[in-house]
């Protein structure tokens, strides 16, 4: 497409015009939905009663359809990637919408797709074939910043030898959905429990042997913030301060009417008394409620910006390929 790209925040972020509207012609493509011609910079698609129930939030409408026996038509979409995009020839009935980055219906979208995509298989059109396993994972490096990032793993199932890093190469070649009729596959036993196991122990001494300053960084951070905290609650000690700032309690907010009447008093006392009144008694915090309050904000702080890495796996692929994926080697 050639249509110029006036949305510099979904360029920077990589989610322009031109991607969403591949993406989502190739999700409607994947998910068999009926796409009718449009002009550029538009998608108009019928959507499958299943693929309708995941896009459209309206559960107690499809829960009175089947309960009654109803056949409702399909919903149409006329989906806009561009603010002038032709919107007049939409369809009858058909739901005109602007599809932008982070916007409701392009949410609908890719969390369909993730369902949809957990589990796949592709063919590589060749006299014999070879499967593979493909786990795709997520890699969170968190702190108080967080980096995620996506890594293919391939598993040869004659020798369970692992290539990481393959997915540059899988997008690079011409897989099809469907098995081609004059493939033959190689027969060899899968064992998905292996494949895992393995997978996770490789990302595990990847993230073992990279780079570590990011978590060093952060750790000195976190000490230093946490030495800030205990000064802090040290200097309300050492002051004698008989108050601390912190979210109140029930028991305080059941207080506050009470309170409310103690003011109305003094105000009424201190007209009766020329204008003269006693200030109120400030309420004493015990040093139990500050330490225990002292704990829980360590806590949180921990919990919020400690180093860690979380590992989470997003898809599992059977890939048929004629020759193997080129990728970085590592031994099993």
Not at 64 to 81: D, G, H, I, Q
Not at 107 to 126: C, D, P, Q, V, W
Not at 309 to 322: I, K, N
Request: proline share 8%.
């Amino acid at each position: 497409m050639d249509s110029q790209i006036d949305e510099p925040v979904s360029e920077a972020s990589g989610l322009t015009p031109q991607y969403l509207e591949s993406f989502c012609l190739r999700y409607f493509t994947g998910v068999g939905a009926t796409i009718y011609p449009s002009p550029p910079g538009t998608l108009c698609v019928e959507l499958p009663r299943e693929v309708d129930k995941e896009l459209t939030d309206r559960p107690f409408f499809w829960m009175w359809a089947e309960a009654m026996n109803e056949n409702p038509p399909n919903t149409v979409l006329y989906l806009t990637f561009t603010e002038d995009a032709v919107t007049d020839v939409a369809p009858a009935g058909a739901k005109v919408e602007r599809i932008t980055p982070g916007c409701y219906r392009m949410l609908r979208i890719m969390t369909s797709a993730k369902n949809h995509g957990a589990f796949a298989a592709a063919y590589e059109s060749a006299p014999v074939v070879t499967p593979y396993a493909v786990l795709t994972v997520k890699i969170s490096y968190m702190s108080d910043r967080r980096k995620d990032v996506l890594e293919a793993f391939a598993v040869d199932l004659r020798d369970y030898q692992i290539t990481a890093n393959v997915m540059p190469d899988l997008l690079a070649r011409q897989l099809h959905d469907d098995r081609p009729l004059a493939t033959k596959i190689l027969p060899v036993p899968v064992d998905f429990d292996q494949v895992f196991s393995l997978v996770m122990n490789c990302v595990q001494e990847r993230v073992k042997n990279s780079d570590h300053t990011w978590a060093k960084e952060a750790t000195k951070k976190l000490q230093g913030e946490l030495a800030a905290l205990d000064q802090y609650y040290a200097s309300l000690a050492t002051e004698g301060a008989e108050t601390v700032v912190s979210e109140p309690t029930p028991t305080e907010v059941a207080g506050v009417a009470g309170h409310a009447k103690v003011v109305q008093l003094q105000d009424f006392a201190q007209q009766k008394n020329g204008g003269v009144a006693k200030p109120l008694e400030e309420p004493v915090v015990s040093p139990l409620t500050r330490a225990a309050e002292q704990e829980l904000r360590r806590a949180e702080m921990i919990w919020r910006t400690e180093p860690r890495v979380e590992v989470r796996p997003m898809q599992c692929a059977m890939v048929y390929l004629a020759q193997a994926p080129r990728g970085d080697a590592v031994s099993s």
